[in-house]
Each structure stands twice: as C-alpha cells, then as structure tokens.
C-alpha cells in the first residue's frame, strides 16, 4: 500500500471473490481506506454459492460473473450472476463483472436486467461488442494486457469505447504489466494509465472511477 501510494494511486476499490473473505475484506478496508465490493468469482462457485446480504460499507457488488473455464454448468454460473444483478439493482450498487471466454452468453443474461450500472472489469471481448455492452450500461476496465507489445486486440477494443466509459486496473496479483515480470501489485497501475494515455488521452480515468464508485 506504501509503494502504491508513493506511486501516485490514491484510491482503491477490493472487490470480494469469495463469502470466507468478506468479513476480513469489511475489516481491511476500513483500516487501509479502500473502497470494497462484495460478491462470489466464478472460480469460487466450486465450494459456494453465495450471494451477499450484509452490504454495509459495499461500494459495488461483485466480482462476480461468468467463465468458460470453471467446472460448473453455465446455467449454475448464469443463476448465481443473476441473484448477483438482483441485489446490485435492489441496493442502487454497481456491480464488478467477471467474463471470460462467454461473451457469447453474458450480452443475453445482461439484457434481461435492463440497464445494468457496473463495469465489466479486465476487457477481454474484441471491439466488435463494445458497443453493445456500452448500450447496456457498462463501463469498459483495462489492465496489464494493454501494455504488451502485441496488444492489438486489447488497443482496438479501448479506442472503441467511449472516454466516459473507460476505467483502468491492476487485476492483482494477476496481469503484470509489461515489461515487469512477476506478481502484480496496484503501484504497477501507472503503467497501465500510461499505456491508455498513449492511445487515450482524452479519458478523465479518475472522474470515471469516481463517478461510477462514488
């Protein structure tokens, strides 16, 4: 946190991936200053399936979403994501969106909530469904992947969005930007502002986290 601040991020946003860690989440954020969300990862859903209640504090709802690459049925990932958007739609919170390889899916189960206020964190779908999860509400996040050398798909889908749509983010410990190597840690976040700057430099990337988290 010390490094990261050094580094010049001077706001936070935790999102829960599991119930076994909300309570030590509530807990941390209250002592480090983050903001927190609350919800349960796909890759959680092996030992759980749990939905948060107990929302006090929660800036967002998630991470939650879906994932072609988890041993559960994608009906059981779409049911779980669906309470997910309930509670998100009851409480006025956005949710954090967890998606990969089943954006041929998640546009579908979007719309039958409407219009649904979040963001669909660490992009991964091409440029080709920008548009569509912009329409239905959604913020765009980038993270390590648009600072590779051979990052074409990721630079096409960010100057597809609009600036008010973009938001940037570590994805730690995962998605080291390059050329660091290693485990990823949120001072590493200003490589990846520099990396959308280059290409975006008309995006006010706080004022968008600010006016989505509050």
């Known amino acids: 946190m010390a490094r990261a601040r050094a580094s010049g991020v001077t706001g936070f946003v935790v999102p829960g991936v599991r119930a076994a860690g909300w309570e030590r989440l509530r807990a941390l954020s209250r ?20 939905v948060p209640e107990d929302l006090d504090g929660a800036c967002a709802i998630g991470e939650c979403g879906l994932d072609g690459g988890v041993p559960v049925e994608m009906d059981e990932q779409a049911r779980v994501l669906d309470a997910h958007l309930g509670v998100a739609r009851d409480a006025g ?8 390889r089943a954006h041929d899916r998640l546009p579908a189960l979007l719309r039958r909530h409407g219009t649904v206020r979040g963001v669909l964190h660490s992009y991964s779908g091409g440029p080709d469904l920008v548009d569509e999860y912009v ?71 706080d004022a968008n986290a600010r006016a989505l988290f509050g």
């Open 31 to 50: 002592q480090h200053g983050w903001r927190f969300a609350l919800g349960t990862h796909p890759h959680a859903l092996v030992g759980s399936r749990a």
């Open 93 to 100: 919170l956005p949710v954090i969106l967890h998606c990969w």
């Open 135 to 205: 329409r239905l509400g959604l913020h765009l996040s980038f993270a390590g992947a648009v600072t590779r050398p051979s990052a074409r798909k990721p630079l096409a889908s960010l100057l597809a969005v609009p600036a008010e749509r973009i938001l940037v983010e570590t994805d730690a410990p995962d998605q080291c930007p390059s050329p660091r190597r290693g485990r990823n840690e949120p001072a590493f976040l200003v490589d990846v502002v520099a990396a959308v700057a280059r290409v975006r430099a008309e995006a006010d990337l």
